[in-house]
C-alpha cells in the first residue's frame, strides 16, 4: 500500500478524534478523543519514517507516545481533582469562565 | 488481492471501527474497551511498516497503562451511562459537520500531492536503528523526556493528593 | 516747562500704574489702609502736576505729539502699537481727569474713614488702576489702546460699584453695568475690526488723514461710525442703554462722584470727539446720535424729578447732561459737546461730593428724610448750590457758557425739534435740583429732620471734616472761576447762534428754579397737584418708563428660551448621540460575549474552524 493509504487512514482516525472531542460530554470521553488523535499523528509519523527510510520519525513517534502518557496522566489527575472540588466531570458544567 | 493490502485492510477496518465506537458509544466504560481496541489496531498498523518495537511500545504504555489509567479515573469520578446518543454527547450535528470539513480538505490535500507508492528497501535492524539513533543523535531529547516523565508524576501526583 | 508734553503726559499715565501695581503686589502695603491710600494719592498729585505741566507746554506747540511702542509688530510698520498722543483735547481732557481722580482719593480719605484697613487699600488700588486706564483711554493714539483701555475701565468700574460686594444689591447693579455697557463694546469692537478692514489702520492720525484727504471709500462706513457709536450710547449711558446708570450709585459717592460724572461715562462723548472726522463723513449717523441724545436728556430729565434717592437724582442728571453732549455732536459740533464735557465734569463731581458728605452727615440717601441742613452744614450747602447754578445754565456759573453753546450748536445744525426738547430738558433740570437743594437743605416749615445725629452717632449734622470739605471748595471754586471767565470773555463759537438764545435760555432755567422755590419753599403750589397734573407720566417716571422690564422680558425671551433650546439640543441630542453610541457599545458587548462560553468544545470547534479555513486557504496545491 502506498503511502497514500496510510495518510488517509491517518486522517480518518484523526477527524473521528476530532469529532469526540468535540461532542463527548463526559471529560474522560474527550481525552479519549485526544488519544485517538494523537495515535492518528503517530501512524503519519511512522508512515513518513518508513517510506523515506528515515527512522527519525520512529525516534520522534517513541518520544511521541512517552508524551502522551505524561499527557493523559496529567489529564486524568486534573479530572479528578475537578471531580473533587465541583462534583462534576462534564464538560458542558465546566462553564466558569463564561464571559 | 496480496497479502498486504488485505492485511492492511483488515486493520483499518478494525481501526476505523473502534475509533467510531470510542466515540460514538453510550457507555463510557464500553468508550474505553473500544479504545484499546483500536490501539491495537494501530498497533498491527505499526506492523505493517515494518515498525515491531514502535508497536510493541505501543501495545505495552498505550493499550497497556493509558487504558488502565483511565479506567481507574472513571471508576474515582463519576460513570455516565445513558440510554440515547444525547446523554453522552452534544452538539453531534456541529462536530460531524466540521470533522467532515477537516477531513475533505485533508483529503484533498493528500490527493493533490505526489506521494510515493514503494516502501523504500530497508537495511538492517530497525529497532537497532532507532536505539543507535536515541541514544546518539536524540540523546539530548531523549533525557529531557524523562525530566518531562518526572515533572508528570510530581504533578499527577500533586494534583491527586488527598484532600486535607 | 521745557520737557516735552509726551513726555509729560507718558509720565502722568504711569504713576497711577505704578501706584496700583504697588498696591497689588505688595500686599502688606495694600493690607495697611492708610498708607497705601496715601501711596495712592500720592501718585496721583504727581500726576496732576504732570498733566498741568504738558498743558501748558502743549499750550506753545501746534501739532499733536505722538510716542509710541510697537506691539504687534507686522513686515513694514507695526499692526498695533501702544503710547501717547497728546494734542489739545488729550491734554485738556487730561487736566480733568488727573484733577477730579485727585480731589476723589482725596475726599475719600475721609469718606471712607470707617472701613476697614484692607478694604481701604483694595479701594485705592483700583481708583489707582482707574486712573491709569482713563488716561490710557484719553491718551490713546489708536482704536487698540483705546479698546484695551475702554474694557479696562469698565472692569474698573465694575469693580468699585461692587465695591461693597457683600451688599446685595451692589452686587447686582455691578454687573447689571458691565453687562449693559458689554453690549455697547460689542459694537465697538465690530466697529474697530470693520474700520480696519476698510482702511488698514488703528491709527487716529492716519485716519484723520485719510478722511481729510477723501480716500475713506464712504460706503460701508455709516455701519462702522453706527458701531462706534453704540460703544459710545453704553458707556455714556444713552437710551436705552441707560439703565445702568442709576443702580451705579451703589458704589461710594466718591467712586459716583469720579466715574459716573466725570471720567468714564463721558468717555463715550470723548471718543465721539476724537473720531469727529469721521462722523462728519456719516451725517445719517450723526442724526441718530442728535435725536437719541436728545431724547435721552429730555426723557432723563423728566426721570430726575420724581426720585428721592438724592444720588439718583444726579444720576439721571447725569444721564440728562450726557445727552446734551451727544446732541451737540450730533448736530456736527463736536467742540461744543466736549466743552460741555469738561464743565460737567467738575459741577458734577463737586455736586456729588457735596452729596456725599451730606450722606456721610446725616446717613440717608432719602431727601424727604432730609431738610434744613443749611444751618448746619454752611460750608456744604454752599458748595451744592454753586453745583446747582451751574447745572441749571445761570450765567457766571460754569455750566452756563457750555449748554448755551450746546443749545446753539443744537439750533445752528437745523435740528429744531430736539433743540426743544433741550430747552424743556434745561427747564425740568433747574426745577429738579432746586428740588433738591429746597428739600434737603432749606423746607424751613418742614418738621426738623428726623435724623438728628449723623451717621457716625456723635452730635448733630455737621459739615465734613477737612480733608473732604477741602475738594469740595477747590471744585466749587474751578466753578466759579470758568463761569466768570467764560461769560466775561465769550468765545466765539464755530457757528452763529440767533441773539435770543441767551435770554431765553437763562429765561427758562429761572423758570424752573421759581417753580421749584414756589412748590417746595414757598409752598404756593402744592406739590401733590403738580404731581396728579401730570399723572400718567409721573406713573410712568416712577417705572422707570419700563425700560428695565423691557430689558428683563427680552433677556427672559430671548436669552433664557434660547438657553433652554441650547440644553435641549445637549441633553437630547448631543448626549444622545454620545448615550447611543455607549448604548451601541454595551449590546455589542453583550452580544460578542456570548461568544465565550466558558466551555472547552467551543473553543475547540473554534479552533477547528480556523485550521480548515486555513487548509481551505492554502489550496492544498504545492
Known amino acids: 500500500m502506498g503511502l497514500q493509504a496510510y495518510l488517509i487512514l491517518s486522517a480518518v482516525i484523526f477527524s473521528i478524534g476530532l469529532f469526540g472531542v468535540m461532542t463527548r460530554r463526559n471529560t474522560v470521553g474527550i481525552l479519549l478523543g485526544i488519544e485517538l488523535m494523537l495515535n492518528a499523528v503517530n501512524i503519519n509519523l511512522v508512515a513518513f519514517a518508513r517510506f523515506n527510510a528515515d527512522v527519525a520519525g520512529m525516534v520522534l513517534t517513541v518520544f511521541a507516545i512517552c508524551i502522551t502518557v505524561a499527557e493523559v496522566s496529567l489529564g486524568l489527575a486534573l479530572v479528578i481533582l475537578l471531580f473533587r472540588t465541583r462534583r462534576t466531570a462534564l464538560a458542558d458544567h465546566i462553564d466558569w469562565l463564561k464571559g | ?164 | 516747562m521745557s520737557a516735552a508734553p509726551d513726555l509729560l503726559v507718558l509720565t502722568a499715565l504711569l504713576l497711577p500704574a505704578g501706584a496700583f501695581l504697588l498696591l497689588a503686589v505688595v500686599t502688606p502695603l495694600r493690607r495697611s489702609g492708610r498708607l497705601g491710600a496715601l501711596v495712592s494719592v500720592a501718585a496721583m498729585l504727581a500726576s496732576f502736576a504732570a498733566a498741568v505741566m504738558a498743558w501748558r507746554a502743549f499750550g506753545a506747540a501746534e501739532e499733536p505729539i505722538t510716542r509710541l511702542w510697537t506691539w504687534l509688530p507686522q513686515q513694514q510698520s507695526a499692526l498695533a502699537s501702544v503710547g501717547v498722543l497728546a494734542d489739545e483735547q488729550s491734554t485738556v481732557m487730561l487736566l480733568l481727569v488727573t484733577l477730579v481722580a485727585l480731589l476723589v482719593q482725596v475726599y475719600s480719605l475721609g469718606y471712607l474713614a470707617d472701613e476697614p484697613a484692607p478694604a481701604l487699600g483694595r479701594y485705592y488700588m483700583y481708583q489707582s488702576l482707574f486712573a491709569f486706564s482713563m488716561m490710557g483711554l484719553v491718551l490713546a493714539p489708536n482704536f487698540l489702546q483705546l479698546f484695551v483701555c475702554w474694557e479696562l475701565v469698565g472692569v474698573c468700574s465694575y469693580l468699585l460699584i461692587g465695591f461693597w460686594y457683600r451688599k446685595a444689591s451692589a452686587a447686582r447693579a455691578a454687573v447689571k453695568a458691565f453687562w449693559t455697557t458689554k453690549l455697547g463694546d460689542v459694537g465697538l469692537l465690530i466697529g474697530i475690526v470693520l474700520l480696519w478692514r476698510l482702511t488698514g489702520t488703528f491709527d487716529f492720525a492716519e485716519l484723520k488723514t485719510l478722511a481729510t484727504a477723501g480716500t475713506i471709500p464712504v460706503a460701508g462706513l455709516g455701519v462702522i461710525t453706527f458701531c462706534v457709536y453704540l460703544g459710545a450710547a453704553g458707556k455714556s449711558a444713552q437710551f436705552p442703554l441707560h439703565i445702568w446708570l442709576p443702580d451705579a450709585m451703589e458704589g461710594p459717592t466718591p467712586v459716583s462722584a469720579l466715574i459716573h460724572a466725570a471720567t468714564m461715562v463721558t468717555a463715550g462723548v470723548y471718543l465721539l470727539t476724537r473720531t469727529a472726522f469721521l462722523f462728519a463723513l456719516t451725517p445719517d449717523v450723526l442724526h441718530i446720535v442728535a435725536w437719541v441724545g436728545a431724547f435721552t436728556a429730555l426723557m432723563a430729565a423728566v426721570l430726575a424729578c420724581v426720585q428721592s434717592d438724592i444720588k439718583r437724582v444726579l444720576a439721571y442728571s447725569t444721564v440728562s447732561q450726557l445727552g446734551y453732549m451727544m446732541t451737540a455732536i450730533g448736530a456736527g459740533f463736536a467742540s461744543a459737546g466736549f466743552l460741555h464735557l469738561l464743565t460737567h465734569g467738575i459741577f458734577k463731581a463737586l455736586l456729588f461730593l457735596g452729596a456725599g458728605a451730606v450722606i456721610h452727615a446725616v446717613g440717608t440717601n432719602d431727601i424727604t428724610r432730609m431738610g434744613g441742613l443749611a444751618k448746619r452744614m454752611p460750608q456744604t450747602a454752599i458748595v451744592f448750590i454753586i453745583g446747582t447754578l451751574s447745572l441749571a445754565g445761570i450765567p457766571l456759573f460754569a455750566g452756563f457758557a457750555s449748554k448755551e453753546e450746546v443749545l446753539g450748536a443744537v439750533w445752528a445744525g437745523g435740528l429744531t425739534v430736539p433743540f426743544f426738547m433741550l430747552l424743556t430738558g434745561a427747564f425740568l433740570t433747574a426745577f429738579y435740583m432746586l428740588r433738591v437743594v429746597i428739600l434737603a437743605f432749606y423746607g424751613s416749615d418742614r418738621p426738623p429732620a428726623p435724623v438728628e445725629h449723623d451717621a457716625h452717632g456723635h452730635g448733630p449734622a455737621h459739615d465734613a471734616p477737612a480733608v473732604m470739605t477741602l475738594p469740595l471748595w477747590v471744585l466749587a471754586l474751578a466753578a466759579m472761576a470758568i463761569g466768570i471767565y467764560f461769560t466775561l470773555h465769550h468765545v466765539e463759537p464755530e457757528f452763529v447762534s440767533p441773539a435770543w438764545l441767551t435770554p431765553v435760555a437763562v429765561s427758562v432755567a429761572t423758570a424752573g428754579i421759581l417753580l421749584a422755590w414756589l412748590t417746595y419753599q414757598r409752598r404756593t403750589i402744592n406739590e401733590e397737584q403738580l404731581a396728579s397734573m401730570f399723572g400718567p407720566i409721573r406713573r410712568a417716571a416712577l417705572a422707570g418708563f419700563w425700560v428695565d422690564d423691557a430689558f428683563l422680558f427680552v433677556y427672559r425671551l430671548g436669552v433664557l428660551a434660547f438657553s433652554k433650546v441650547i440644553g435641549w439640543t445637549d441633553r437630547y441630542l448631543v448626549d444622545g448621540v454620545v448615550n447611543a453610541v455607549s448604548a451601541w457599545t454595551v449590546m455589542a458587548g453583550g452580544g460578542l460575549r456570548r461568544v465565550q462560553t466558558g466551555r472547552v468544545q467551543d473553543y475547540v470547534v473554534g479552533v477547528a474552524v480556523g485550521v480548515i479555513l486555513l487548509l481551505w486557504w492554502l489550496g492544498g496545491a504545492q
Open chain 2, 1 to 164: 488481492m496480496s497479502l498486504d493490502v488485505l492485511a492492511f485492510w483488515a486493520f483499518a477496518v478494525v481501526l476505523v471501527g473502534a475509533a467510531l465506537a470510542v466515540v460514538l458509544s453510550k457507555n463510557l466504560f464500553h468508550s474505553v474497551l473500544w479504545l484499546a481496541l483500536a490501539l491495537t489496531g494501530t498497533a498491527g498498523i505499526f506492523l505493517m511498516l515494518d515498525a515491531e518495537f514502535i508497536a510493541g511500545v505501543q501495545v505495552l504504555l498505550y493499550a497497556g497503562g493509558v487504558v488502565t489509567v483511565v479506567v481507574f479515573a472513571i471508576v474515582v469520578t463519576e460513570r455516565l451511562v445513558g440510554t440515547k446518543l444525547s446523554h453522552t454527547s452534544r452538539n453531534v450535528f456541529r462536530g460531524a459537520l466540521v470533522a467532515t470539513a477537516f477531513l475533505l480538505l485533508v483529503f484533498r490535500w493528500i490527493t493533490l500531492t505526489p506521494l510515493p507508492l514503494e516502501k523504500v528497501a530497508v537495511t538492517g535492524d530497525l529497532t537497532k536503528a532507532i536505539g543507535a539513533s536515541v541514544l546518539t543523535r536524540y540523546i539530548l531529547p531523549f533525557e529531557l523526556l524523562a525530566v518531562i516523565l518526572l515533572v508528570a508524576l510530581l504533578g499527577a501526583s500533586y494534583f491527586a493528593r488527598p484532600e486535607d
